[in-house]
Structure formats: structure tokens, C-alpha cells
T-cell receptor, first 114, second 115 residues
Framework: AQTVTQSQPEMSVQEAETVTLSCTYDTSESDYYLFWYKQPPSRQMILVIRQEAYKQQNATENRFSVNFQKAAKSFSLKISDSQLGDAAMYFCAYITTSGSRLTFGEGTQLTVNP | KAGVTQTPRYLIKTRGQQVTLSCSPISGHRSVSWYQQTPGQGLQFLFEYFSETQRNKGNFPGRFSGRQFSNSRSEMNVSTLELGDSALYLC??????????????FGPGTRLTVL
């Protein structure tokens, strides 16, 4: 069974600085997608970034980028120039290309200090 | 394009009652998935519907059921509510093209409280 692990229950960062959230996963599949979602206090789950496993290039979305290490099954999220609005629970998630269920990690609560 | 909508946003029920939650996907999306989020269990997959057919089901008792209509709107039903069913229920939609569920976009959720 696929599992996703986020080893950092809580992280904090100063406004304008950079923070990296960690995620590891376990799968026997070769083709899959990985995602980072954020869930602010409103509880709306918002897509942050997506990575296709077959792509070697790391995905980037503005201030958000990932470090995808397929062999190590690692998928970390880097947030640059952190803003107060980045404060949220961040979930790493996995789905196979043939599946239909997202498997989520436990989440990392990110606090941004002014 | 409008996002995923869920109704109602909040619901309070008592044990033994049943409840129906509704989800309208993004226009053009044919796949709808449901997840339960609780502090203890995290986010757990309930089921997925595609073209009015249940394509996948999570490990939940038969009290949890769902359906999808021809316009892709979906409902989930929980019968004989238990205290442990108190949770945030999230609906997500994706294009579901070629039978593959790729990026799922979530609605705001329905907060169910069982007293």
C-alpha cells in the first residue's frame, strides 16, 4: 500500500524568508503524481503545486518549488519569500496514474511570523 | 470557471439520524471524489464516482454511500449516524478523462457534527 509521511508536524518561518517542508512516500508504482495542498483556517483545500513522476524537472509555481528525488522517494516543498498568507496546514499527497484516490500525509502546520 | 461547491457548509445531527451531502464539480469535470477529514485519522478516501458509476471505494462501512447524477453532481449519504462520523467532508473533482483521475480540486467542505 502507498504511504505518505510528513515528519514535521509544525514549522515556523519569518516573513520574507525561505522554508522547506519535507515529504517522503512509499510506492511500488513507477508512474504517479505528487501534490502539495494547503489548508488555511477556512479549511478550503487549495492546490499549491503538482509534479508528474515521469518528469525529471522540478515543478515551480511562483514562490513555490519542489525538490523531487524519485529514487529516494522524496518530495519537499520550498516556499521562498514567505508571506503571512502562507500560514496554513500543508499536505503532501500521492496518486497513481491508474488510481482515483489521493493518499495524504499527516500534514505540516506552517506558521509565518511577522 | 466556478469552483467546486458543497452544500450545506455546516450540519448538526443527532445519533441515529441520516444525512445527505451534496457536491457540484467544476464545469466539465466528470470525476467526483469524497474524503473524510478528522483530527485523529487525517484525510481518508471515501469513494469516487465517474460517469454515474462508483469507480473506487475506501474502507468505510456500508452506512456510507454515494451516487452521481448525469450532470456530474454527486451526493453522499450517511445513515444511522454515530458520534465518530463527526468530521469535515471534502468533495473533489477532476476531469477524469480516459479513466484517469489526475489533479483533484477541492470544495470548501461540509462540517458535520453528530450529537
Amino acid at each position: 500500500a502507498q504511504t505518505v509521511t510528513q515528519s514535521q508536524p509544525e514549522m515556523s518561518v519569518q516573513e520574507a524568508e525561505t522554508v522547506t517542508l519535507s515529504c517522503t512516500y512509499d510506492t511500488s508504482e513507477s508512474d504517479y503524481y505528487l501534490f502539495w495542498y494547503k489548508q488555511p483556517p477556512s479549511r478550503q483545500m487549495i492546490l499549491v503545486i503538482r509534479q508528474e513522476a515521469y518528469k525529471q524537472q522540478n515543478a515551480t509555481e511562483n514562490r513555490f518549488s519542489v525538490n523531487f528525488q524519485k529514487a529516494a522517494k522524496s518530495f519537499s516543498l520550498k516556499i521562498s519569500d514567505s508571506q503571512l498568507g502562507d500560514a496554513a496546514m500543508y499536505f503532501c499527497a500521492y496518486i497513481t496514474t491508474s488510481g482515483s484516490r489521493l493518499t495524504f500525509g499527516e500534514g505540516t502546520q506552517l506558521t509565518v511570523n511577522p | 470557471k466556478a469552483g467546486v461547491t458543497q452544500t450545506p457548509r455546516y450540519l448538526i445531527k443527532t445519533r441515529g439520524q441520516q444525512v445527505t451531502l451534496s457536491c457540484s464539480p467544476i464545469s466539465g469535470h466528470r470525476s467526483v471524489s469524497w474524503y473524510q477529514q478528522t483530527p485523529g485519522q487525517g484525510l481518508q478516501f471515501l469513494f469516487e464516482y465517474f460517469s454515474e458509476t462508483q469507480r473506487n471505494k475506501g474502507n468505510f462501512p456500508g452506512r456510507f454511500s454515494g451516487r452521481q447524477f448525469s450532470n456530474s453532481r454527486s451526493e453522499m449519504n450517511v445513515s444511522t449516524l454515530e458520534l465518530g462520523d463527526s468530521a469535515l467532508y471534502l468533495c473533489a473533482s477532476s476531469t477524469g478523462l480516459a479513466g484517469v483521475t489526475d489533479t483533484q480540486y477541492f470544495g470548501p467542505g461540509t462540517r458535520l457534527t453528530v450529537l
